[in-house]
T-cell receptor, first 113, second 111 residues
């Protein structure tokens, strides 16, 4: 029962480098989300995908791109990493309709130096 | 800006006491949910209350929702050291699938 799987768990990047954070869920959920969490703070929504083929901006989309590759996978790309993007990134999924809960991955801890 | 704001930011109590956390939000919602996070790990869902509900219970958890005041409270009764964690409220905005979180309350339960 994997749930939501994020890779990698840890990553160190140099300023200007690019990378893609991967997220996959095996619960057949329509909706998927990317959040970032800075020390001592709550989660801020970067992008979400209500269903396969659609993506929408959240609170803090600048500097990020996303791809909903298929129903299972939702990736987050940093094209040119900046120190301000040092954070813990969480992926989540939930059913699109109804009053349903979200399930979270264990997070990717990203440091940009 | 974040949709929800929790109050207090931090709460420290003794085992056996009750813990109350509050959440205020800004816009119309479909539902409000409470999540728990242990030490920077992924969030775990605790309880969901719909916009047409006023109170809900689950074990030692009691959640209330006042849509006229755009606020919710989470009560944990008879707290245990294992309840030490951060607690977040999340709102699913009416009309879309946008789910936003508050800044959280850090609860410490001393044995």
């Amino acid at each position: 029962n994997a749930g939501v799987t994020q890779t990698p768990k840890f990553q160190v990047l140099k300023t200007g480098q690019s990378m893609t954070l991967q997220c996959a869920q095996d619960m057949n959920h329509n909706s998927m989300y990317w959040y970032r969490q800075d020390p001592g703070m709550g989660l801020r929504l970067i992008y979400y995908s209500a269903s396969e083929g659609t993506t929408d901006k959240g609170e803090v989309p600048n500097g990020y791109n996303v791809s909903r590759l298929n129903k299972r996978e939702f990736s987050l790309r940093l094209e040119s990493a900046a120190p301000s993007q040092t954070s813990v990134y969480f992926c989540a999924s939930r059913e699109y309709t109804g009053n349903t809960e979200a399930f979270f991955g264990q997070g990717t801890r990203l440091t940009v130096v | 800006s974040q949709q929800g704001e929790e109050d207090p930011q931090a709460l420290s109590i003794q085992e056996g006491e009750n813990a109350t956390m509050n959440c205020s939000y800004k816009t119309s919602i479909n539902n409000l949910q409470w999540y728990r996070q242990n030490s920077g790990r992924g969030l775990v869902h605790l309880i969901l209350i719909r916009s047409n509900e006023r109170e809900k219970h689950s074990g030692r958890l009691r959640v209330t929702l006042d849509t006229s005041k755009k606020s919710s409270s989470l009560l944990i009764t008879a707290s245990r050291a294992a309840d030490t964690a951060s607690y977040f409220c999340a709102t699913l905005l009416r009309g879309n699938n946008d789910m936003r979180f508050g800044a959280g309350t850090r609860l410490t339960v001393k044995p």
